[in-house]
């Protein structure tokens, strides 16, 4: 290794060959999807497969009622655009909503990507992409500095945070090497080389690249995820779904063949001409037109659009509250997490050292040091810089956590004089201290205080005053020591040097803040029934501290703490029992998430993890939600299922709220839209039994049809969002998304409005005879018109008692102006259509008295829904 030649980087000529030969550092991207391959995607979801498998059904029974006249049943063609218009719209909300947030994921993550890199060419330095470097480059690398590549340092000595890559907190010390041994190595701990994703902490120096791109270790995790060979776990939501369309489908195939022989049955029995071979294929041909049409009117067309619908509404709104959503089907499933495991640092903590308190030399906590002496001290033995901005840049943490405290107090880079300065020595992990020696022999100290306590003379007071420090000094400082490491803080202590004494300054008192939104989201989140795990790298004390103050750990009787060590003990299924009431994880390895979520899931959990880091990238993958921190890594990002934008965990709670209200009003829109299909089943039933001709016209099916799909789907998509529903306890994964609540209302209603058309078509109590006018030209048409005015007005106040489960029906109903205007459109539209719609809509015009009749009898609905609520309550 010629460390001369090195130092000249290489040529232009160079540079094109190692491009030729090993490719450039760029990483892998996944292939982005083109909107129409993601509209081709859209037709993976079961219920645009059952659409479309209706949709075909039907134009297989109009091509063969072209030839066989008995198989047309009249309104095939309506029928059909009905059904292509559904599928269009569902998969089109769907692709547009899908489209718009994987731009917005590529735009951050190729923002994320835009990375500059020190690097040498011809002797010469320049500022290149990241992504432009090529095997054999010599780059510098810097405090602050994120390593661009895997290689060995030649040059130099500095100091790495890996945490990125292996979840270790602690920073690794690298040293320049005079030969190539090492390039290969894969070793985090290996003496001289510095891997991709790692921060230089401290110091700088001059490194080679040996692997780029893919062939580094972040190039092969980032990879591993585009990996599909391991079986994917079906979202929730779909699950869910899945189980409502194999029951409509039983449904609609029992009500079909029940239809189909009673149609068989009673026209044969009821038959005037002689039975004939003909006649009975002709009749059996009527009723497998009459039972694909019935299976065809089960299929509720609404719903997937529906569910895209508020999809795509739900996804905007959470881009607006910094939280974008990358897989939407993953984040409808944060309505039924019921497990969190939640890092620490950025998320439950601020993610920021901050000098808190400190603590001087006769053992009295003060929360400020005024003292021009002690500025000194913190500014010069220090390695971090004031940017431009005015505020503290690289180095480590800690350097920053002081010069901040600095600043703060007033401190401007024209205070320190730095020819003052003859020697500094950054932080040396096994000296555990850092030092500044100014060229009048005064030796500024700061480290771990056990390293230094034994050697204090004096301590110093914040107006100046120096002091003997005792033995009664030193134990009351001790004792301040202890009771401030169990208030999670990092101590660090601050004395001078000179003349044979050493002089303690302070003690200072660090400490990560827990965020001041974290306290009330964790609580939020525990009484919506979803159990926090803080998983960190923490020791356990400092673990234990947070999560009590949190409020992640509430009952030490009860919680359980486990530490890395513990847990891998654990057999899988030991450890899936303490899971229930597990609270923290400390000193958690990164495959410890993975196992975590792992035996989560075996157990039907619906889990969330959050991440950040190249090494959270596998628990995130793995997760049901895999929530990634904004300024985490691109690898995280695209691993995660959502991109938590201002790290809070105030966000995730947003976002399971969201989910929330998309589940409710799914569920509003199967009762809705149920009610409306078993209604019309029941009538086709019925129908045969009665002897009923088609109860609703061609036309008529079409507008019922357009209120229960299309514009029920716009006037529930808008429900506003609700708090109370973060104290319901979450729908465990193997529940029916049609719960008892659902079920009755869907039951109930359906049930009424049969009964309600049966009642009008056959004239009990003479309440059709009553509003039937004297002299009417059509008497048949006319009851039929009363009884579709009466059908569609109580579907209309149906809606009332469905996008409400309490007895209030108009709460929050001025939140979503939608439903009121589609509604109020819908009842002012049937109305115009029963006055003056005759020839299209097959009706005649109702008088008043038989239409303020039809209304009085629909909004009976309202008080019998009423009753129903109050019993199911019960």
């Given at each position: 290794?010629?460390?001369?030649?090195?130092?000249?980087?290489?040529?232009?000529?160079?540079?094109?060959?190692?491009?030729?030969?090993?490719?450039?550092?760029?990483?892998?991207?996944?292939?982005?999807?083109?909107?129409?391959?993601?509209?081709?995607?859209?037709?993976?979801?079961?219920?645009?497969?059952?659409?479309?498998?209706?949709?075909?059904?039907?134009?297989?029974?109009?091509?063969?009622?072209?030839?066989?006249?008995?198989?047309?049943?009249?309104?095939?063609?309506?029928?059909?655009?009905?059904?292509?218009?559904?599928?269009?719209?569902?998969?089109?909300?769907?692709?547009?909503?899908?489209?718009?947030?994987?731009?917005?994921?590529?735009?951050?993550?190729?923002?994320?990507?835009?990375?500059?890199?020190?690097?040498?060419?011809?002797?010469?330095?320049?500022?290149?992409?990241?992504?432009?470097?090529?095997?054999?480059?010599?780059?510098?690398?810097?405090?602050?500095?994120?390593?661009?590549?895997?290689?060995?340092?030649?040059?130099?000595?500095?100091?790495?945070?890996?945490?990125?890559?292996?979840?270790?907190?602690?920073?690794?010390?690298?040293?320049?090497?005079?030969?190539?041994?090492?390039?290969?190595?894969?070793?985090?701990?290996?003496?001289?080389?510095?891997?991709?994703?790692?921060?230089?902490?401290?110091?700088?120096?001059?490194?080679?690249?040996?692997?780029?791109?893919?062939?580094?270790?972040?190039?092969?995790?980032?990879?591993?995820?585009?990996?599909?060979?391991?079986?994917?776990?079906?979202?929730?939501?779909?699950?869910?779904?899945?189980?409502?369309?194999?029951?409509?489908?039983?449904?609609?195939?029992?009500?079909?063949?029940?239809?189909?022989?009673?149609?068989?049955?009673?026209?044969?029995?009821?038959?005037?001409?002689?039975?004939?071979?003909?006649?009975?294929?002709?009749?059996?041909?009527?009723?497998?037109?009459?039972?694909?049409?019935?299976?065809?009117?089960?299929?509720?067309?609404?719903?997937?659009?529906?569910?895209?619908?508020?999809?795509?509404?739900?996804?905007?709104?959470?881009?607006?509250?910094?939280?974008?959503?990358?897989?939407?089907?993953?984040?409808?499933?944060?309505?039924?997490?019921?497990?969190?495991?939640?890092?620490?640092?950025?998320?439950?903590?601020?993610?920021?050292?901050?000098?808190?308190?400190?603590?001087?030399?006769?053992?009295?906590?003060?929360?400020?040091?005024?003292?021009?002496?002690?500025?000194?001290?913190?500014?010069?033995?220090?390695?971090?810089?004031?940017?431009?901005?005015?505020?503290?840049?690289?180095?480590?943490?800690?350097?920053?956590?002081?010069?901040?405290?600095?600043?703060?107090?007033?401190?401007?880079?024209?205070?320190?004089?730095?020819?003052?300065?003859?020697?500094?020595?950054?932080?040396?992990?096994?000296?555990?201290?850092?030092?500044?020696?100014?060229?009048?022999?005064?030796?500024?100290?700061?480290?771990?205080?056990?390293?230094?306590?034994?050697?204090?003379?004096?301590?110093?007071?914040?107006?100046?005053?120096?002091?003997?420090?005792?033995?009664?000094?030193?134990?009351?400082?001790?004792?301040?020591?202890?009771?401030?490491?169990?208030?999670?803080?990092?101590?660090?202590?601050?004395?001078?040097?000179?003349?044979?004494?050493?002089?303690?300054?302070?003690?200072?008192?660090?400490?990560?803040?827990?965020?001041?939104?974290?306290?009330?989201?964790?609580?939020?989140?525990?009484?919506?029934?979803?159990?926090?795990?803080?998983?960190?790298?923490?020791?356990?004390?400092?673990?234990?501290?947070?999560?009590?103050?949190?409020?992640?750990?509430?009952?030490?009787?009860?919680?359980?703490?486990?530490?890395?060590?513990?847990?891998?003990?654990?057999?899988?299924?030991?450890?899936?029992?303490?899971?229930?009431?597990?609270?923290?994880?400390?000193?958690?390895?990164?495959?410890?998430?993975?196992?975590?979520?792992?035996?989560?899931?075996?157990?039907?959990?619906?889990?969330?993890?959050?991440?950040?880091?190249?090494?959270?990238?596998?628990?995130?993958?793995?997760?049901?939600?895999?929530?990634?921190?904004?300024?985490?890594?691109?690898?995280?990002?695209?691993?995660?299922?959502?991109?938590?934008?201002?790290?809070?965990?105030?966000?995730?709670?947003?976002?399971?709220?969201?989910?929330?209200?998309?589940?409710?009003?799914?569920?509003?829109?199967?009762?809705?839209?149920?009610?409306?299909?078993?209604?019309?089943?029941?009538?086709?039933?019925?129908?045969?039994?009665?002897?009923?001709?088609?109860?609703?016209?061609?036309?008529?099916?079409?507008?019922?049809?357009?209120?229960?799909?299309?514009?029920?789907?716009?006037?529930?998509?808008?429900?506003?969002?609700?708090?109370?529903?973060?104290?319901?306890?979450?729908?465990?994964?193997?529940?029916?998304?049609?719960?008892?609540?659902?079920?009755?209302?869907?039951?109930?209603?359906?049930v009424f409005i049969t009964l309600g058309s049966i009642l009008i078509l056959e004239n009990?109590?003479?309440?059709?005879?009553w509003v039937v006018p004297t002299g009417c030209a059509d008497p048949g048409l006319y009851?039929?018109?009363?009884?579709?005015?009466?059908?569609?007005?109580?579907?209309?106040?149906?809606?009332?008692?469905?996008?409400?489960?309490?007895?209030?029906?108009?709460?929050?109903?001025?939140?979503?102006?939608?439903?009121?205007?589609?509604?109020?459109?819908?009842?002012?539209?049937?109305?115009?259509?029963?006055?003056?719609?005759?020839?299209?809509?097959?009706?005649?015009?109702?008088?008043?008295?038989?239409?303020?009749?039809?209304?009085?009898?629909?909004?009976?609905?309202?008080?019998?829904?009423?009753?129903?609520?109050?019993?199911?309550?019960?």
């Amino acid at each position: 290794m010629n460390k001369e030649v090195l130092m000249q980087g290489l040529s232009g000529q160079q540079v094109g060959e190692s491009k030729a030969k090993y490719g450039t550092n760029e990483l892998a991207k996944k292939d982005t999807e083109s909107l129409w391959s993601m509209f081709i995607g859209a037709f993976d979801d079961i219920w645009i497969k059952v659409l479309c498998a209706a949709l075909a059904l039907k134009v297989i029974l109009a091509v063969l009622g072209i030839f066989v006249p008995a198989l047309s049943g009249g309104n095939d063609a309506v029928e059909i655009v009905s059904i292509v218009i559904a599928i269009a719209l569902a998969t089109g909300f769907s692709t547009l909503s899908e489209y718009r947030n994987t731009s917005r994921s590529e735009a951050l993550q190729e923002e994320y990507s835009k990375t500059y890199a020190k690097v040498v060419r011809d002797g010469k330095l320049v500022n290149i992409l990241t992504s432009e470097i090529v095997k054999g480059d010599t780059i510098l690398i810097q405090a602050g500095d994120k390593v661009p590549a895997d290689g060995l340092l030649f040059e130099g000595k500095i100091k790495v945070s890996q945490a990125a890559l292996n979840g270790e907190s602690r920073d690794e010390n690298k040293a320049a090497v005079t030969n190539m041994d090492e390039a290969e190595s894969t070793d985090y701990s290996s003496q001289g080389k510095v891997f991709m994703g790692s921060v230089v902490t401290s110091g700088e120096g001059y490194m080679i690249a040996t692997v780029i791109g893919d062939s580094s270790e972040l190039g092969k995790i980032n990879k591993s995820l585009t990996d599909t060979s391991e079986e994917e776990r079906k979202d929730t939501s779909s699950l869910k779904l899945e189980g409502v369309a194999a029951g409509i489908g039983k449904l609609g195939v029992s009500a079909a063949a029940i239809a189909g022989i009673l149609h068989v049955v009673l026209t044969l029995i009821r038959a005037d001409q002689a039975i004939t071979v003909v006649s009975v294929l002709l009749v059996i041909a009527e009723a497998v037109m009459l039972m694909a049409s019935i299976v065809i009117m089960a299929v509720p067309e609404g719903l997937p659009m529906m569910n895209s619908l508020v999809q795509s509404m739900n996804t905007e709104s959470m881009y607006k509250k910094n939280i974008l959503v990358s897989h939407k089907a993953a984040f409808s499933d944060s309505a039924y997490m019921n497990v969190l495991f939640s890092d620490k640092t950025g998320t439950i903590t601020q993610g920021n050292l901050s000098l808190v308190e400190l603590i001087t030399g006769n053992g009295r906590i003060i929360p400020s040091y005024q003292n021009k002496e002690f500025i000194e001290a913190i500014t010069l033995n220090n390695l971090a810089k004031v940017s431009a901005e005015g505020k503290a840049i690289g180095s480590n943490n800690m350097d920053r956590a002081l010069l901040t405290y600095a600043i703060q107090n007033g401190y401007n880079d024209s205070d320190n004089d730095p020819d003052k300065v003859e020697e500094i020595s950054g932080f040396d992990s096994e000296k555990k201290c850092a030092t500044v020696k100014l060229k009048n022999g005064l030796v500024y100290w700061k480290g771990a205080t056990e390293n230094i306590i034994d050697k204090v003379t004096h301590y110093m007071l914040p107006d100046g005053e120096e002091r003997e420090f005792t033995k009664a000094d030193k134990d009351k400082v001790e004792e301040q020591m202890h009771a401030q490491a169990k208030r999670t803080m990092k101590l660090l202590s601050v004395a001078k040097i000179s003349d044979g004494k050493t002089v303690l300054m302070a003690v200072l008192c660090l400490r990560d803040n827990v965020r001041t939104d974290a306290v009330e989201t964790v609580q939020i989140l525990n009484d919506a029934g979803i159990q926090v795990v803080m998983v960190t790298g923490d020791a356990e004390e400092t673990a234990v501290a947070i999560a009590k103050e949190a409020g992640i750990l509430a009952d030490e009787k009860k919680d359980v703490v486990l530490t890395h060590e513990e847990m891998e003990k654990l057999s899988d299924e030991k450890l899936k029992k303490v899971l229930p009431n597990l609270r923290v994880v400390s000193r958690a390895k990164p495959l410890d998430k993975k196992r975590l979520v792992s035996l989560s899931q075996q157990i039907d959990n619906v889990c969330g993890m959050t991440g950040d880091g190249v090494n959270d990238a596998p628990a995130l993958k793995q997760a049901d939600i895999g929530f990634a921190m904004g300024d985490g890594t691109a690898v995280a990002q695209e691993a995660g299922d959502v991109v938590i934008l201002n790290n809070s965990l105030t966000s995730i709670k947003d976002c399971v709220l969201n989910s929330r209200t998309m589940a409710k009003s799914v569920g509003k829109f199967l009762i809705f839209q149920l009610t409306v299909n078993i209604s019309t089943l029941l009538m086709n039933i019925l129908a045969p039994i009665l002897g009923w001709t088609e109860p609703f016209s061609i036309v008529q099916i079409l507008w019922i049809n357009l209120i229960m799909d299309t514009l029920a789907a716009m006037a529930f998509g808008g429900e506003p969002i609700l708090d109370r529903y973060m104290k319901e306890q979450p729908a465990k994964r193997t529940d029916n998304i049609l719960t008892p609540y659902i079920k009755s209302a869907i039951g109930v209603s359906a049930v009424f409005i049969t009964l309600g058309s049966i009642l009008i078509l056959e004239n009990i109590g003479g309440i059709t005879s009553w509003v039937v006018p004297t002299g009417c030209a059509d008497p048949g048409l006319y009851e039929k018109t009363f009884m579709f005015a009466f059908f569609i007005y109580a579907i209309i106040f149906n809606s009332l008692n469905t996008r409400s489960e309490k007895y209030n029906l108009l709460e929050h109903i001025g939140e979503n102006k939608n439903f009121i205007l589609v509604m109020g459109a819908i009842f002012i539209l049937q109305t115009i259509i029963i006055e003056v719609g005759g020839k299209v809509f097959n009706t005649t015009m109702l008088e008043p008295k038989a239409l303020l009749v039809s209304m009085a009898l629909a909004v009976l609905i309202i008080p019998v829904d009423l009753i129903r609520k109050a019993v199911i309550r019960r």
